[in-house]
């Protein structure tokens, strides 16, 4: 058997500092969810200073009513601060804020009677079960973490409502029976899940905080492609896997012909439109194994492991038609676009990233010199004039 004490010591150290820091958090970060998730666990820690009051206190409305009350609040925050942290769909809680005082309500009318502790356990294993589901419709980048939260909730709710019926049958039966040692064993266990679930939950929310900011350093924000940081990045990342050893790798940059005088004919923010169009035509094409990137103001990159010269010029070639074949639309204009590409190619490890990018820079100004519109694979200006 746990000794109770020592985990209701450390359940409420462990919560209390977990607050405190998701509150230290929401000083820095300004962000309500972190405030909410802060006063959860502090809730939890007061909900089980209270309860230990009965020791030395025979004050029920504190160490019952305001325990219990405290207990069921917990959860609810919980709920609210995930409703706050990006949660992707509308949440109604007006229906909780009812049960809130709902359950208020009830508790004073009962709460010298060991029937208010089964109201609470009920409650509560309907909150922590709404938890889990709310966590299971939510994205986060640690799905290990996620499952687990999900589980601790799932077996809370699970405990809470035997624990109702452990609490329900002396009264049902009408006899003078307890179950002191399967009770004693639920409240250890649901004070260890809710300190454990309070462990999980900074990581969750941590890892997708680092997440977002990983993506939004690497991440070009008009194209929604990689910028030249995530482009490096990602495509060393790439080819260091075992699976690109000692194969073929290419790549194809590409500039978008005259693009100055889309700029200064139509507008800036029909530039911006048609770096959004091109990127499009990009990702559609390439949704594999393809890293694609936005280097510069109108050039991209694209890095293809495990493809040939051939096989590149080919994805060039047919990236360069759907762009050309098609106008853009602006404001009811509608502009001719094109690209000229250089591709270059080489064995995973001859050449690093930056050298490949230099050499395809080579043929795509030898494409642009030699009338624009065009892939280049080779370096002869002489056989590229007479084409």
Request: some cysteine; proline content about 3%.
């Amino acid at each position: 058997m746990l000794h109770l004490p020592t985990v209701i010591g450390l359940s409420f150290i462990l919560n209390l500092l977990i607050g405190l820091f998701f509150l230290s958090v929401h000083n820095y970060k300004k962000q309500s969810a972190f405030l909410i998730f802060g006063l959860a666990c502090i809730a939890f820690s007061f909900a089980e200073l209270l309860a230990c009051l009965k020791l030395i206190l025979n004050f029920p409305f504190i160490t019952s009513y305001l325990a219990n009350i405290f207990i069921i609040l917990s959860p609810f925050l919980i709920i609210l601060g995930l409703h706050k942290y990006k949660y992707s769909k509308p949440l109604n809680l007006r229906p909780i804020y009812y049960l809130l005082l709902f359950t208020a309500v009830i508790l004073l009318s009962v709460y010298p009677y060991s029937a208010a502790q089964m109201v609470t356990s009920f409650i509560i294993a309907g909150l922590y079960l709404f938890s889990a589901y709310i966590i299971s419709t939510m994205s986060f980048v640690a799905t290990l973490q996620k499952k687990a939260l999900i589980t601790c909730f799932l077996i809370h709710s699970l405990l809470m409502f035997v624990q109702t019926v452990l609490l329900a049958l002396p009264i049902l039966s009408l006899s003078d029976t307890t179950y002191l040692e399967p009770l004693e064993l639920i409240l250890s266990s649901h004070l260890i899940l809710a300190t454990c679930s309070a462990l999980l939950l900074p990581y969750l929310l941590a890892s997708n905080t680092e997440h977002t900011l990983a993506s939004i350093a690497n991440t070009d924000v008009l194209s929604q492609l990689f910028n030249r940081r995530g482009f490096f990045i990602k495509g060393k990342n790439a080819l260091s896997l075992p699976l690109y050893q000692n194969k073929n790798i290419s790549l194809i940059l590409l500039d978008i012909d005259f693009f100055k005088r889309v700029n200064d004919t139509y507008g800036h923010e029909a530039g911006d439109q048609a770096i959004k169009w091109i990127a499009q035509h990009i990702k559609s094409q390439f949704l594999n194994e393809e890293i694609s990137a936005r280097i510069g103001g109108e050039e991209f990159a694209i890095l293809l492991p495990n493809c040939s010269l051939s096989d590149a010029r080919n994805n060039a070639e047919e990236l360069r038609e759907s762009i050309s074949c098609y106008p853009f639309y602006y404001e009811g204009h509608d502009i001719n676009l094109s690209v000229s590409a250089g591709v270059s190619s080489t064995i995973n490890g001859e050449q690093t990233i930056k050298e490949l990018l230099a050499n395809a820079d080579k043929r795509l100004y030898l494409a642009k010199e030699t009338g624009r519109d065009k892939v280049v694979t080779y370096d002869e200006k002489s056989l590229l004039l007479q084409a």
